[in-house]
DNA sequence: CATGATGTCTGACTTAAGTCAGCTAATGCG
DNA sequence: CGCATTAGCTGACTTAAGTCAGACATCATG
């Protein structure tokens, strides 16, 4: 670690503890201060269980009543018993809340959308910010069981094969490739988990199944800016525990060793080398974990 | 701007908030509120004057003078009148504060290096880190005028000789250009300035000049992660205002076929391209500047 | 149905941060 | 010198944020 490294870091955070407040004012400028704020944009954002906002904001349950009631006496929200738990309330947005929501996420997004039309190469910029943010909110990644043809579990398999497309010698096609069937992917015979980083998704990975004791791992994906934190590690992770729960006791994956990163993973969490076990035209090599 | 670019940056604005202080959380954890933190941490880099500390850290002077005072109880600082101005006051660490100082100092150097530990790619992390901050922080990077041989300076031209090494064809050697003199560079001949973004250098520039009416520009330099923001604009803004300072009334610079972004901001900022004016082996292409 | 746990609310408090007006002492300038 | 300006200090105030203890209703469980 050299020094310079170090003022570089700091810079960073100098810089971005001042900016980033002055980057996101859309909390700010409404003559609401930043707790009420926060609490109305969760809301916004579709959380509705007081307990979970409060978790989530971290905030003191006195002090979360004081800030309901304050938006309440606004106008802006409505607080109704659960229906199923009359201890635990339920918050939602009025027309008027909404307005003001709104209000906010267009100050926010106009603000964010200046900051990039002011840069010569926002791609790079951008590509820059995804990195960073990523490696910051890392523990905050969290992987999400769906449905592969989710439109955002679609966005990483489109990824996944350009990237194919790229890395092997004479481009790769979806279609010659063995059965790219969503069906299997899906429980109670498969599953597919998409890594979600603050909405954005950074990762997948899906385990195809047949229903029988044997399953595949399939689609293992990271995308460049997630990479170097060590998220391939916990989507396998999370493909043998799904696995484990569809019953499954052995897993195989089939690879290529123009993707030696990944090989190089398979070999130290505990999967072996096997013969192939399929004609699909790619991989080249092939291996299993008993589970 | 789409969406999606929209949803990236804000993203990064959650994440960053939530974690940056985190990272950073060298101002809390010894029990002193931000406020003393701040202010003992501008005394300890060097800031004494106190109303230059109260407008950096943007205070009012009776919150200023408070802090100050709590600082001096707990015997970390102590405050003296200005030797030429005695109503004004200089603070300045006490023992005890100096080993305060370097307490946070450690701290915050710990876990800025841990957080690069922590990823596999930390040379593109860092890299991503003073693009994004470069781009948040343009508007606080100020010219400043330095000798040549600074060792600031240095790396700067080390950088940008560095670059035309790998952008010439058949490379670049600095002693087969003309004369790479330092003292053409500093007042009364000529000047030198770096741009510095809190402390870093992002950019530099040259005017060399031998008492005459003439003089040039030279050692026009913009790091990698600071490109795109304008800065070569200013350096040249710069570099022009300290020439008629110098009473030069005729700037002229030489440039080179494989630099084509500087030559599209010469021609757009009055510059006009003139004949060969010396045997410099490097450039192919002049240019003058009436002041 | 008694009991303890849970979720929310309320009142009384603390702390940090900041604003504002008026004061004093030193300074610069005609 | 007189006078306006400047730098800093002080007291009285406000606001935001958060803590804590206790009250109260609801719920789960034996």
Redesign the interface.
């Known amino acids: 670690?050299t020094?310079d490294?170090?003022?570089?870091?700091?810079?960073?955070?100098?810089?971005?503890?001042?900016?980033?407040?002055a980057?996101?004012t859309s909390f700010l400028g409404r003559g609401r201060p930043l707790g009420s704020a926060r609490v109305l944009n969760a809301i916004g954002h579709g959380q509705s269980d007081v307990t979970a906002i409060r978790e989530r904001l971290n905030l003191d349950s006195g002090l979360m009543s004081r800030l309901l009631r304050a938006l309440e006496e606004e106008g802006l929200i409505e607080t109704v018993p659960h229906p199923e738990d009359a201890r635990r309330r339920v918050a939602r947005l009025t027309p008027a809340g909404a307005a003001e929501f709104a209000a906010y996420e267009d100050l926010?997004?106009t603000q964010?959308?200046g900051?990039?039309?002011?840069?010569?190469?926002?791609d790079?910029?951008?590509?820059?910010?995804?990195?960073?943010?990523s490696?910051?909110?890392?523990h905050?990644i969290a992987l999400e069981e769906m449905d592969p043809r989710d439109p955002v579990a679609r966005a990483c398999l489109e990824a996944y094969y350009a990237e194919l497309a790229v890395r092997f010698e004479g481009g790769f096609d979806v279609k010659l490739s063995r059965d790219p069937d969503a069906a299997d992917m899906i429980r109670p015979r498969g599953a597919f988990l998409v890594a979600l980083?603050?909405?954005?998704a950074v990762g997948c990975v899906g385990v195809k199944g047949q229903g029988g004791a044997v399953a595949e791992v399939k689609r293992l994906w990271v995308s460049p800016a997630a990479?170097?934190?060590g998220l391939a590690h916990k989507l396998m992770a999370g493909a043998e525990e799904a696995a484990r729960s569809l019953g499954v006791e052995v897993l195989r994956l089939d690879t290529n060793k123009a993707l030696p990163e990944a090989q190089k993973l398979y070999r130290s969490t505990g999967w072996t080398e096997i013969p192939r076990f399929n004609d699909d035209p790619y991989p080249d090599t092939f291996f299993e974990k008993r589970l």
């Open positions: 670690m020094s490294a170090i003022a570089r870091i700091r810079r960073f955070n100098r810089i971005v503890t001042a900016e980033v407040g980057l996101d926010s997004n964010a959308g900051f990039l039309d002011r840069h010569a190469r926002p790079e910029l951008l590509a820059a910010m995804d990195l960073v943010a490696a910051l909110g890392r905050r980083s603050e909405e954005l990479r170097g934190i």
